[in-house]
């Protein structure tokens, strides 16, 4: 599974960087993180992943120089397989913000999601799925 909060995490994410690009959806809102905790929700709480095989890992050394000498970490993540999917709801309390929503999800494309994203990973695309 992957948790609701993950969700909108890379929603804030993605709003608070595109919130840099001119013309964007993200520009205008203010105080962003707190609109997308009070005005955009997620559900399911437990997001299924939809795998077509096995669930991997991906881990790599974490370094730091510290007054008491040189640490060593590892990070370790579980990683899907390609092919791997989800779905999920989304609601917004205002229509403003479901074009933003689409802006972010368009911007998960090239960005993905989770926490190895800036290595490329969690790539995506999606599709709206009416209701049922």
């Not at 926490?115 to 490329?120: A, C, E, F, T």
Request: charged share 30%; glycine share 10%.
């Amino acid at each position: 599974i992957i948790w609701d909060y993950q969700i909108k995490g890379f929603f804030k994410d993605a709003c608070g960087v595109l919130r840099k690009v001119k013309g964007t959806k993200s520009e205008k809102i203010k105080a962003y993180k707190k609109e997308i905790d009070g005005l955009v929700f997620v559900s399911p709480r437990k997001i299924l992943l939809h795998t077509p095989g096995d669930l991997g890992t991906c881990q790599r050394p974490l370094r730091a120089s510290t007054a008491q000498g040189e640490r060593i970490a590892l990070a370790n993540s579980e990683t899907a397989p390609a092919g791997t999917y989800i779905e999920f709801d989304v609601k917004c309390y205002t229509d403003t913000m479901y074009d933003a929503v689409y802006e972010w999800l368009d911007y998960g494309e090239d960005r993905g999601i989770g926490q190895w994203r800036n290595s490329g990973k969690g790539r995506f695309s999606w599709d709206e799925r009416p209701d049922s």
